[in-house]
T-cell receptor, first 114, second 112 residues
């Protein structure tokens, strides 16, 4: 299946731990994103990478570090997890060869910090 | 979405038309999008419209754009139970800027 996939789907961890979420897309897109959706469903962009290069870095604590080993993968590493990090994290990708830049989303990773 | 506003809730009877509204503030928006999020799922792109268009139709979906009033709407004809979801509008500002700003989302409930 051609899609954006994320692992894990659910992640429950304790405060202070370090965790990673992985994202892969096989759509051949050049640009990938991480979004955070809070409990009120508010969706906000965190990072964007184009062909392994960081192009959008919103005001996000530096405990969050994206890593793009190649243009099909964008992983999110979170250090010293806090209660407020609990949210659903979505990965997305978009093609650069279309001016519409529509973004395609993964199924999300629900992170719960206890 | 600090600059993209939507009503939080909408209830519609099955078979009626649903109209979901969105207002945005940045006149430089180039593309506007509608996404659907079902419970426990990711966002599914429904449709998008370029800012120099005022209408786009795709099967049961009709998008209307009033650029003067910065108002976008999504009409779903013959609403079905499978249309129950949260609908997000999003705007992209300026060519070269790939950031999307999402609205607050409208939860559509279908009444049997």
């Amino acid at each position: 299946d051609t899609a954006v996939s994320q692992t894990p789907k659910y992640l429950v961890t304790q405060m202070g731990n370090d965790k990673s979420i992985k994202c892969e897309q096989n759509l051949g897109h050049d640009t990938m994103y991480w979004y955070k959706q809070d409990s009120k469903k508010f969706l906000k962009i965190m990072f964007s990478y184009n062909n392994k290069e960081l192009i959008i870095n919103e005001t996000v604590p530096n405990r969050f570090s994206p890593k793009s080993p190649d243009k099909a993968h964008l992983n999110l590493h979170i250090n010293s997890l806090e209660l407020g990090d609990s949210a659903v994290y979505f990965c997305a990708s978009s093609p650069r060869d279309r001016t519409s830049y529509e973004q395609y989303f993964g199924p999300g990773t629900r992170l719960t910090v206890t | 979405g600090e600059d993209v506003e939507q009503s939080l809730f909408l209830s519609v009877r099955e078979g009626d038309s649903s109209v979901i509204n969105c207002t945005y503030t940045d006149s430089s928006s180039t593309y506007l999008y509608w996404y659907k999020q079902e419970p426990g799922a990711g966002l599914q792109l429904l449709t998008y419209i370029f800012s120099n268009m005022d209408m786009k139709q795709d099967q049961r979906l009709t998008v209307l754009l009033n650029k003067k009033d910065k108002h976008l709407s999504l009409r779903i004809a013959d609403t079905q139970t499978g249309d129950s979801a949260i609908y997000f509008c999003a705007e992209r500002r300026n060519f070269g800027n790939e950031k999307l700003t999402f609205g607050t989302g409208t939860r559509l409930t279908i009444i049997p």
